[in-house]
């Protein structure tokens, strides 16, 4: 079973950073797709941040500079550092894997999401 527990999030002033983290159970992870995605009140989910397995990052282009994603493969760590945060981040900020199934006649990736967690920036 392959869960995903995030911590970090809270209320930030507007030009501080917050460090978001997320820990990933039941997986393999090193070799799977990461990220961080965030959901404001009767918005869409999107894409903040992703890391593949070997490293490549992609970043939405209203965080470019600001926001860095990293991995510790070790200990099956997602960390999201977050810096000069606006108040149009506030969010809820959700971490997700997608996580191959590759030892079976037909391997398959799924999508796991964490529970969520809320990130207000006040101004």
């Known amino acids: 079973q392959v869960q995903l527990v995030e911590s970090g999030g809270g209320l930030v002033q507007a030009g501080g950073p917050l460090r978001l983290s997320c820990v990933i159970f039941?997986?393999?992870?090193?070799?799977?797709?990461v990220g961080w995605y965030r959901q404001a009140t009767q918005r869409k989910r999107d894409m903040v941040a992703s890391?593949?397995?070997?490293?490549?990052?992609n970043y939405a282009d209203s965080v470019k500079g600001r926001f860095t994603i990293s991995r510790d493969n070790a200990n099956k760590m997602l960390y999201l550092d977050m810096t000069s945060l606006k108040p149009e981040d506030t969010s809820v900020y959700y971490c997700?894997?997608?996580?191959?199934?590759?030892?079976?006649?037909?391997?398959?990736?799924?999508?796991?999401w964490g529970h969520g967690m809320q990130v207000t920036v006040s101004s």
């Open positions: 997700a894997i997608d996580q191959t199934f590759a030892d079976t006649s037909k391997p398959y990736t799924n999508r796991y």
């Open positions: 039941g997986s393999t992870f090193a070799d799977n797709n």
């Open positions: 890391i593949s397995g070997g490293g490549q990052t």
